[in-house]
């Protein structure tokens, strides 16, 4: 008996460690890896402690109810993970499987440890529906201790296959949400659903395929090829954070920029774009920029990397794409990467480059005040340490959205040739002289008229007279804006980083 029973259990642990050859065969058609070769690209070899691995092991079919759980190091540091398992009736939760979920997430607030999340999930089993949905510890309470672990540990999300339905919330309380892109899909309602209740007819892909939600939605974050890469992808993510948000983010050896930052970088010409990515080339480490989100409102650049070998976090605007203008999308990209950063006690440099908010009918009935609000309600309270760099121009609010001086940066610094007016000379002049210069009837006396304006507007806006007025702190020379970055960090590393006393704001979300 004991025999016939120490078999049984073996079997069940054999059955939790490969898949089915069918199960096998369909991965390997989707170019999908196994969840436990997905865990052992994720952790150092030999770290992985599972927790749950005969969870329902008594029911036929359902190995580990089709979830990994445990913990690990990644790169050297301990590490929580809960993956899905889509060879188990592909990957869906029953009431083991939330309850597993659950535990991960206690441990998660217990230890402070940061939470990997690997989704292959078709949703909850209908079947289960009572065991796993309303009660207190049911999938309410995944969602629930998400929410509370928000800015106290990293959670980071690959998405490998589906997440379907109210599973769909999971990447969304992530940090940082990774997509394979041919696999990987986000909804609430599945087409055949959305077809169902309000008669329109979608593809999987155009209702919650990963480009979609990459750059139309920005519920994902960045793309990758295949799995191997999105947990390439992640460890990178989770290499620029600290592990809770009690400690600072690791340091690394020092690496000198890409390239220099030249005077003809960027043009003295308002109206011509150029890639702030090349600014942004010269200031930091080479090759240690992680950009978030480069699909998505593409007019505003985010993401992490070293100066000198310490993490910052960047938000900088895109000349080259819109003219860097700021839109609703771009407001809401800024503010939780913001947000991000302060969360985890890393640095942040504003690169301005801006003419402002967008402004039209459309952008209004989207919320653009509403929106922008939310990006200047970031910058304001955050509180670690901070430089914000006048560029070329920052114009109307889009200064106050950059953290110009009235939010208290650490620094405010400008390039020589940078602007800071309510807005720019020629819309100034138009708004100011519209029927002064309309009266005028000779072309050439116009022109000279205008241009005088013009010359006049620019002179009381001249980056030297901000600067003697303690407008800026610096007008710093392109070629030592990496140094001066490097040194007005290191002098804000110790500050006091109190905001206000009170239970929280109300942002305009």
């Not at 960045?222 to 993510?237: G, T």
Request: aromatic share 8%; net charge negative.
């Amino acid at each position: 008996m004991a025999e016939d029973h120490a078999a049984d259990v073996a079997a069940a642990h054999e059955a939790t460690l490969k898949p089915t050859e069918a199960a096998a065969a369909k991965l390997a058609s989707q170019g999908k890896l196994y969840v436990r070769d997905r865990l052992a690209l994720l952790f150092d070899e030999g770290t992985f402690v599972e927790d749950g691995q005969l969870a329902n092991a008594q029911a036929n079919g359902l190995p580990a109810d089709g979830v990994v759980t445990g913990r690990g190091l990644v790169e050297g540091r301990p590490a929580l993970v809960v993956a899905n398992d889509p060879t188990v009736k592909a990957g869906s939760w029953g009431a083991r499987t939330v309850e597993k979920i659950v535990r991960v997430t206690e441990l998660a607030l217990r230890d402070e440890l940061p939470v990997f999340w690997f989704i292959d999930s078709a949703g909850a089993r209908i079947t289960d529906q009572v065991q796993l949905f309303p009660g207190r510890r049911g999938a309410g309470r995944i969602f629930h201790n998400q929410v509370a672990l928000s800015g106290k540990v990293p959670q980071i999300c690959c998405l490998f296959g589906p997440s379907a339905a109210g599973g769909a919330y999971i990447p969304s309380f992530c940090d940082v949400v990774i997509m394979v892109e041919g696999n990987a899909s986000m909804y609430l309602g599945s087409p055949r659903m959305a077809e169902m209740v309000v008669g329109e007819r979608v593809t999987l892909e155009e209702m919650g395929g990963a480009r979609m939600h990459a750059t139309v939605s920005g519920c994902g974050d960045n793309l990758a090829v295949d799995d191997p890469d999105a947990i390439e992808q992640a460890k990178v993510f989770f290499s620029y954070l600290p592990s809770s948000w009690r400690s600072h983010p690791p340091s690394y050896a020092s690496g000198a920029p890409a390239r220099d930052f030249t005077a003809d970088l960027v043009p003295a010409d308002d109206a011509i774009g150029y890639d702030i990515h090349e600014v942004i080339a010269s200031i930091l480490d080479q090759d240690s920029f992680f950009e978030l989100k480069p699909l998505f409102a593409s007019e505003l650049v985010t993401g992490f990397g070293l100066l000198e070998g310490q993490v910052v976090g960047v938000v900088a605007n895109q000349p080259a794409v819109k003219g860097g203008v700021l839109f609703v999308d771009s407001a809401d990209k800024a503010a939780r990467f913001i947000l991000l950063c302060d969360a985890f006690n890393i640095p942040l440099i504003y690169l301005a480059d801006v003419p402002g908010f967008m402004i039209g009918s459309a952008v209004e009935r989207q919320g653009i005040i509403r929106h922008g609000a939310k990006m200047i309600t970031a910058v304001s309270e955050a509180t670690v340490p901070t430089v914000s760099v006048i560029v070329r121009k920052a114009y109307g609010a889009g200064l106050y959205a950059m953290c110009g001086p009235g939010f208290g940066p650490d620094a405010c610094l400008a390039l020589p040739t940078a602007k800071i007016a309510v807005m720019g000379p020629e819309a100034a002049i138009n708004a100011v002289y519209f029927n002064k210069i309309a009266a005028i009837e000779d072309e050439a006396e116009r022109a000279a008229y205008v241009e005088g304006l013009r010359l006049e507007y620019e002179a009381d806006i001249d980056i030297l007279r901000l600067a003697s007025d303690l407008v800026i702190d610096a007008i710093i020379e392109p070629d030592r804006l990496r140094d001066e970055l490097v040194a007005r960090l290191a002098a804000a590393a110790h500050k006091d980083r109190s905001f206000s006393d009170r239970r929280h704001g109300v942002p305009p979300v």
